[in-house]
């Protein structure tokens, strides 16, 4: 799994004023309101939103920017059925 720490290091790199705590909690946020699910490979349910927050930060976006797609870390997760939207 990503470390987020890896993420923070991405982004302090291209912008040393970010808020990294702000990029910490939401992810810790995220841990503790999905800890023990799953998605149908087996993996924690944060897998996804903190690899596409990984690809966000490679991307060199603003704080902002990376900080609104993990925010469906902190949404139900997807049942099937519809867009997902």
Known sequence: ???VQEICTS???YDPSADLGLIQRSYE???ERHA???RRSGDPY???PVGVARII???RLDVPSFLYAPARI???PFSG???GL
Do not use: E, K, P, W
Request: aromatic content about 4%; glycine content about 16%; hydrophobic content about 40%.
């Open 11 to 13: 982004v302090s790199t």
């Open 1 to 3: 799994m990503i470390d």
């Open 57 to 59: 930060s490679q991307l």
């Open 29 to 31: 946020f995220a841990a």
């Open 81 to 83: 059925g519809g867009s």
């Open 46 to 48: 944060v897998v996804h």
């Open 36 to 38: 023990g699910q799953r």
């Open 74 to 76: 902190g949404a139900r």
